[in-house]
């Protein structure tokens, strides 16, 4: 079993920055590949970067490419999101994710992905 709690999120005005984390237990941390997803009110969960075992690659989406960075500290079993340049279309609930089994595929596919936080919620104001 693996827990993935989430700290970070709050109000923050366009343009601002924000670093997320997420602690997660488990022994092997190490070599799961992790991701980040977030939910806006009335839309579905979106994929927004993710980042293998060894953190020596990432993937992100379009729509945050260039303004967030996703990192690792695997001593540390936690996984960050830096969010700079905020814009109000990126406000939602955001969360992490673990797939354990990392060598699978990069990026994993949604359904890759067995444990998920409870979520933290980012607010950005125009």
């Known amino acids: 079993q693996v827990q993935l709690v989430e700290s970070g999120g709050g109000l923050v005005q366009t343009g601002g920055s924000l670093r997320l984390s997420c602690a997660a237990s488990?022994?092997?941390?190490?070599?799961?590949?992790m991701g980040w997803f977030r939910q806006a009110p009335g839309k579905q969960r979106e994929f927004v970067a993710a980042?293998?075992?060894?953190?020596?690659?990432?993937y992100y989406a379009d729509s945050v490419k260039g303004r967030f960075t996703i990192s690792r500290d695997n001593a540390k079993n936690s996984v960050y999101l830096q969010m700079n340049s905020l814009k109000p279309e990126d406000t939602a609930v955001y969360y992490c994710?673990?797939?354990?089994?990392?060598?699978?595929?990069?990026?994993?596919?949604?359904?890759?992905?067995?444990?998920w936080g409870q979520g933290t919620q980012v607010t950005v104001s125009s």
């Open positions: 980042i293998r075992w060894s953190g020596g690659d990432t």
């Open positions: 994710a673990a797939d354990t089994i990392g060598f699978r595929r990069f990026p994993p596919i949604y359904n890759d992905y067995e444990y």
């Open positions: 488990g022994r092997t941390f190490s070599s799961y590949t």
